[in-house]
């Protein structure tokens, strides 16, 4: 009897045994399955900065670990972004809105999706896609965000103008839909007009019927950049000594006094804007090139009544406008795709990146947007 117990509490001990290597083997190979599961980026070359300062001082290229593409992320491989004096203010430490260094750089861009998270079922490998509302991280070969920041668009969407679309064109759009009302015959007045944003409002506003007065700085090639504007629609375009006289308005022709002006400059220029306004017209300010202030004059508030509005895309974007921002997005792409709209881009291989950004910082000379390629 003692035998037979004996035997029985082996038998016992022996089947515990089993299961407990049965269970630990099923554990093992759970993790094993998992770890085989598990979806990595591949690795990424990046700029980035560690410090703020000037950008050709404190940015470097380097080489970025692959990380882990998680369930509900979207991993893309970029295929081009611009440098925005926005990404170069970023850089410098002066933006209102930054990330926190170290950080990669860019804040727009597009790419083609290369792998998704097991959760992400709106995007494939291979969809066309652009951060929006854009965001922090554009300027690497390979971008790791949630499914929810990517926004795909029409494959047949030209590179370029996807990595461009979103800061530029949607500014110079919600700044002639915003203000004021516009109808077709009416007219509007900005300077900086040889900018992409400059460029953008031409177009939008003759596809409405409104005519646009365009200022742009003295400089050599003006007469160029005067019949460059004109034909993309300007009605009239001036350098600002152009603009040196009593009377501006004497200088039009049959073009009504503008309701609206847009002034990205400042000081000198931001004045001229105003002198062209009609009696309660509206400047909207978007920019500060010169980094002057803008002066009024005591009778433009008394006697002309005129208002003085600025916007800032960032702020318009986090207004819970995602899917607005991505209608018109695609609105403005249909536009680029059907030759409706366009503007001066220079597009430059990820290794000539420092080169890139010195044209982006005017160390030589004027130079039409520039657009990385990765």
Not at 46 to 72: C, F, I, M, W
Not at 214 to 234: F, M, T, Y
Request: one cysteine or more.
């Amino acid at each position: 009897m003692a035998v037979a117990r004996s035997i029985l509490v082996k038998t016992e001990n022996s089947g515990l045994w089993s299961l407990k290597q049965s269970s630990f083997r099923n554990f093992r190979q759970a993790q094993t399955v998992r770890a085989l599961s598990t979806i990595m980026s591949p690795p990424s070359k990046a700029v980035v900065y560690e410090q703020h300062g000037p950008p050709d001082s404190v940015t470097r290229v380097v080489e970025l670990s692959p990380v882990e593409v998680k369930e509900n992320q979207v991993c893309v491989k970029m295929l081009a972004a611009p440098i925005n004096p926005s990404d170069i203010n970023r850089i410098e430490g002066v933006y209102p809105v930054r990330p926190q260094v170290p950080a990669v750089a860019g804040y727009e861009g597009v790419g083609e999706v290369y792998s998704v998270g097991s959760a992400v079922h709106c995007l494939s490998p291979g969809d066309l896609v652009i951060p929006s509302p854009p965001s922090s991280g554009t300027w690497q070969t390979y971008v790791v965000k949630d499914q929810d920041m990517w926004h795909k668009i029409n494959k047949d969407s030209p590179i370029e103008y996807a990595a461009t679309v979103t800061v530029n064109p949607l500014t110079a759009l919600r700044m002639l839909e915003d203000f004021t009302t516009l109808n077709s015959g009416d007219s509007i007045v900005q300077n900086g007009a040889s900018s992409i944003v400059g460029q953008c409002v031409i177009q939008l506003a003759i596809f409405r019927g409104i005519h646009s007065i365009n200022i742009i700085r003295d400089r050599v090639g003006s007469d160029e950049v005067k019949e460059r504007l004109k034909a993309l629609g300007a009605d009239e375009v001036f350098t600002e000594s152009q603009l040196d006289v009593k009377n501006v308005k004497g200088l039009l022709s049959n073009i009504p006094e503008p309701a609206l002006g847009f002034n990205c400059v400042g000081g000198n220029a931001a004045s001229l804007v105003l002198k062209f306004l009609r009696q309660g017209g509206t400047m909207v300010t978007y920019g500060g090139m010169s980094k002057k202030p803008v002066t009024v004059s005591t009778s433009s508030f008394i006697f002309k009544d005129l208002s003085l509005r600025g916007f800032w895309l960032q702020k318009w974007l986090s207004a819970d406008k995602a899917k607005e921002c991505r209608h018109m997005i695609d609105y403005l792409l249909c536009m680029a795709q059907e030759g409706k709209l366009k503007y001066e881009m220079e597009l430059v291989p990820f290794d000539n990146f420092h080169t890139a950004l010195d044209k982006a910082l005017g160390k030589l000379g004027s130079q039409p947007k520039q657009v990385i390629k990765f």
